[in-house]
């Protein structure tokens, strides 16, 4: 006798040396781009039934990197990441669905300080085989997590467009 076997998503692993989490921003009208270069992905994903799939990620804050080191200085100060208190940022998704344009939207939750915000990204995902690439956009309020409040924050974009490549091994 057989029983059927639950289907449920494949689980995936990033490379962290050809994965990037970044994200841009503007500095009296200059802009810029930053980076983290730590952080964890765990990622199981199924296209065909989107009710398994899964993304949960970790971000080491303090391994922001904007290319300058006073600019970094400052983003890991008290009045933004303050790595010392709040080491990591964390987003998991809750569920994902096709967007009204075909494409797919992961909604879920993502902590960054003490604040936590719904947040809907934009995923593609490509598969080949053993490998694939997942790339996710969104733009976040940074205002809305807390990060650089103060009128010493005026001349930072309250907008912050993200995005994450992912270079992904079936496990």
């Known amino acids: 006798m057989t029983l059927p076997l639950a289907t449920q998503a494949r689980d995936w692993a990033a490379d962290p040396a050809q994965s990037t989490l970044g994200f841009k921003d503007t500095y009296s009208g200059e802009g810029f781009t930053?980076?983290?270069?730590?952080?964890?992905?765990?990622?199981?994903?199924?296209e065909a039934d989107l009710s398994k799939a899964k993304f949960d990620v970790t971000i080491d804050v303090a391994?922001?990197?904007t290319a300058s080191s006073e600019r970094d200085d400052s983003?890991?100060?008290?009045?933004?990441?303050?790595?010392?208190?709040?080491?990591?940022?964390?987003?998991?998704?809750?569920?994902?669905?096709?967007?009204?344009?075909?494409?797919?939207?992961?909604?879920?939750?993502?902590?960054?300080?003490d604040k936590t915000?719904?947040?809907t990204l934009k995923v593609k995902?490509?598969?080949?085989?053993?490998?694939?690439?997942?790339?996710?956009?969104?733009?976040?309020?940074?205002?809305?997590f807390g990060l650089g409040t103060g009128s010493d924050w005026n001349d930072i974009g309250a907008d912050?467009?993200?995005h994450g490549h992912l270079v992904l091994t079936g496990k």
């Open 160 to 162: 912050v467009p993200v």
């Open 34 to 46: 930053g980076k983290f270069k730590k952080f964890d992905a765990t990622i199981s994903y199924d």
């Open 125 to 144: 995902f490509v598969a080949t085989g053993d490998k694939a690439t997942l790339d996710v956009d969104t733009v976040l309020k940074r205002a809305a």
């Open 75 to 113: 983003l890991k100060g008290e009045d933004f990441f303050d790595p010392g208190k709040f080491p990591q940022a964390h987003f998991v998704t809750e569920s994902f669905a096709r967007a009204a344009d075909g494409g797919v939207e992961a909604k879920g939750q993502l902590t960054i300080r």
């Open 117 to 119: 915000q719904a947040v």
């Open 63 to 65: 391994s922001v990197d």
